[in-house]
């Protein structure tokens, strides 16, 4: 007999956590008393509050106010202030989704406590050490005692890794069930973009990673890019881009480029959606771009989301040979959008980890 007082700690803090949070809420509710503890990585509102709002949040049970620092320092804050709401909670279980800096601090505390830690998202690699995330989930995984796998090749390459101490369970991605209850729902937008003053055809284009804003070379080889394309390119850019443009003295982007706030998870689908391709480094909008049909180009020079590029739907293209955009997209496997588009499981991945906590702890 399940009884809600068995106690279980979802921990998150950056907008796309947000998201995945939404699905795993509802689906381990079902079995445990959820407490939930946002570390406040992302605080502006466009970054968290809004994702909240539009996907049914509830406000989290612990705001941790942890804010922006180099990752060591952010790393050890977080470590430091969920330790503590860890030991006040006592929870069984830790859930911690993906490759943040709040996935690593907070399944660290979990581990320390001797609390098993569930890592959703677990086995995907990018064979990239440089990059911050690269770190964090192979650290993650190492330390979890269950290890929730998005994808089969993920499966496949932590059955022939784990310890006999550790789990592994085939979920598929959590972040596939969000999308496919998005696109039911009467509150999607149908036009976000006349807002904006465009109208389809358009690229869609985010980016946001250390190793892109860090190099203001490799920014500006992808913004020339941009303007070379014939269509114009809707850009909602992270305040950290912001930032990184200003410094790379980049102050007039290209004509064709529409400069935005971040958009809500809403209106990011339905650009997604409708969009002739998109041009990101998020892993999200990799998988997003993959389920609803949409090419996209990748600016990085290694990704996690490996199937995406098994299939055609997605290539890779280092930043700083970006300037090419226009020849590069036309030149695109994954025009004719004949991938299938299962790799990460059919969007049951919610009750999926559900189901592997309960064969794992009872
Ligand atoms: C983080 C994750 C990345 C994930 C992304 C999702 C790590 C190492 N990186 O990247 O894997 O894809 O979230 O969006 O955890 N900032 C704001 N407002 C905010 C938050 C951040 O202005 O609410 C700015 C600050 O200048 C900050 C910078 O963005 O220094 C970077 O934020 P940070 O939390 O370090 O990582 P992200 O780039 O958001």
Redesign the pocket.
Known sequence: MISSTRRLALCYG???QIVKASVLLGALSADWGVKTFDTG????WT??GLHYQQLGVRPPDTYLEV???D?SR?TADILVRVAKALDEYRPEVVVVI??????LGCALAGAQKRMPVVHVEAGLRANDLLM??EI?RRVVDEISVLLCAPSRRAERYLRNRVSVAQHVAFTGDVARDVLERALKRPELPDAPWQQHGLEPPFVLATL???EL?GHPDWLRAVVKGFGGLSLPVFFPA???TV?ALSAAGIRDLPPNVRLSDPVGYLEMVAWAKRSEAIVTD???LQREAYWLGTPCVTVRAATEWQETLAEGANILVRPQEAGDLADILSEHPGLARAWQRDAFGTGDAGEAVRQSLQEVFG
């Not at 990585?41 to 502006?44: A, G, L, M, S």
């Not at 993906?98 to 996935?103: A, K, L």
């Open positions: 950056t907008r796309p990585q992302h605080y502006d970054l968290n804010g922006s620092a990752h952010q993906g490759d943040t800096n709040s996935t911050p995330e964090n946001h990673r250390a804003t992270h305040p950290r930032k998020s892993g999200g």
